[in-house]
């Protein structure tokens, strides 16, 4: 589903259920030796996604261990993202890439008081307005994961949910305006984000993918 949302020199895959022999490298096994059942099925589950991701890309098996702040350590050359809720886990790599942000969430109404703590009120209000089936909510919160999932690579430092201004077009994509300084890239000072949307199997999902350099 996820690679509805992503453009063709990104690889992804999926699964809605976590199969039952998924193999994990010594390292991987270490580093969720503590974890409740929940955890090491998504982490696991989530790894083995994103190594058929990467084989599609000709890149070999390896550990992928989480690394300052969770976020998932690449091989070298790879730039990619992983994300899991219930029912779902989801995987995107790429060679050509400078940044992925992927995430998936429950398509329903965020719990009760949650939405002012992860949004500003222009957001509210803007999403007050849209119509549809969406739980538009829900949507902003899944995008906001994204935008830091697609920022923390380049910046190595948190952004909090107050600081990115997103808007929303019903066709299925949304841009992101950061509200504090971005870090420079490839000479340039990042100001935000393009991504993509999708609710599909009662799930949204949201995508950002920022080309490194020219794509063939």
Do not use: N
Request: aromatic share 8%; glycine share 10%.
């Amino acid at each position: 589903m996820i690679e509805k949302i992503l453009p063709p020199w990104v690889a992804s895959s999926d699964c809605f259920e976590d199969p039952p022999d998924v193999a994990l490298f010594p390292e991987e096994e270490a580093a969720v030796a503590r974890a409740v059942d929940k955890r090491r099925r998504e982490f696991g589950t989530a790894r083995h996604c994103a190594r058929q991701a990467m084989a599609a890309l000709g890149v070999p098996p390896a550990p992928i261990l989480p690394g300052e702040r969770g976020a998932p350590g690449w091989p070298d050359g790879v730039v990619g993202a992983i994300t899991h809720c219930a029912g779902y886990r989801a995987a995107a790599v790429s060679l050509e890439a400078l940044t992925i942000g992927i995430d998936a969430e429950p398509h329903g109404p965020l719990p009760d008081g949650i939405l002012p703590s992860v949004s500003l009120p222009e957001e509210r209000a803007a999403i007050a307005r849209l119509d549809g089936d969406v739980h538009w909510d829900r949507l902003l919160f899944s995008a906001k994961e994204s935008v830091y999932k697609a920022w923390f690579p380049l910046a190595r430092r948190w952004l909090g949910f107050e600081e990115a201004h997103l808007v929303f077009s019903p066709s299925g994509t949304f841009t992101a305006r950061l509200l504090v300084p971005g870090p420079l890239v490839e000479g340039r000072e990042l100001t935000g984000f393009t991504g993509r949307w999708l609710v599909s199997d009662g799930l949204v999902v949201t995508s950002i993918a920022v080309p490194g350099k020219p794509t063939p």
